[in-house]
Structure formats: C-alpha cells, structure tokens
C-alpha cells in the first residue's frame, strides 16, 4: 500500500499564497488533489501523468493553482496564488499506482486508491 504524506496547508489571507506537498511512499502512475469545503462534495484540483509529466487542472482555477512534480522526491506540489476565502477546504492529495489515467479519466476521484489525510486550508482575514 503507497502512502501518500501531505503538509503545507494553513491559514492565509486572502490575495496570499500557499504551497502544498504530497510525497508517495511507493511507484506511482499519476497524482492529483481534491478538496473538499464544508457541507460540498470533494472536487478535483489539478493532477499530474507521472509517466510524461503531462498536466491537468481546473478552468475555474486556472492561472492560479499550479501543480508540479519532483520525480526524484516521488513528490507533488499545489502552488496556490491570489487565495480566496471560497478556497477555504481540506485538501487531499490522491494517487494511482494501478491505473494509467488518461485525459478522461484523471479528474475523477475513482481512478485513485490512494488518499491522504488531508490538509486543512483557511482563507482568512
């Protein structure tokens, strides 16, 4: 079983930045983050193919969260700029060792086994 071991998270205020990092334990084919607000569903972020390097995102968030990967570090990074108070949520890092995700199917929570514990991020004045 890969654990997945995320940190970064906190309070900012809003127009700050933050960065989040998720290191995997084991082999990994792509990881991504969720996030999930009070009393919403959990809702994809952004992944990364570990294969190609190949990115994914959101429209909604686009231009302001950012992810990336250190294959070295078996690591991935959330960069968030310009917080708003609606991004407030836990944060997950997710992971898939099975499958090999392709466009259609790296946003959706069920192609990941692996999950972190979450990381709680506040936009706050």
């Known amino acids: 079983q890969v654990q997945l071991v995320e940190s970064g998270g906190g309070l900012v205020q809003p127009g700050g930045s933050l960065r989040l990092s998720c290191t995997a334990s084991?082999?990994?084919?792509?990881m991504g983050w969720f996030r999930q607000a009070p009393g919403q569903e959990r809702e994809f972020v952004a992944a990364?193919?570990?294969?190609?390097?190949?990115?994914f995102g959101t429209d909604s968030l686009k231009g302001r969260f950012t992810i990336s990967r250190d294959r070295a570090k078996n690591t991935v990074y959330l960069s968030m700029a310009r917080l708003y108070p609606e991004d407030t949520a836990v944060y997950y890092c997710?992971?898939?060792?099975?499958?090999?995700?392709?466009?259609?199917?790296?946003?959706?929570?069920?192609?990941?086994?692996?999950w972190g514990q979450g990381t709680q991020v506040t936009v706050s004045s």
């Open positions: 990364v193919r570990w294969s190609d390097g190949n990115t």
């Open positions: 084991g082999n990994i084919n792509a």
């Open positions: 997710a992971g898939t060792s099975r499958w090999r995700p392709i466009a259609s199917t790296i946003r959706l929570r069920q192609t990941y086994e692996h």
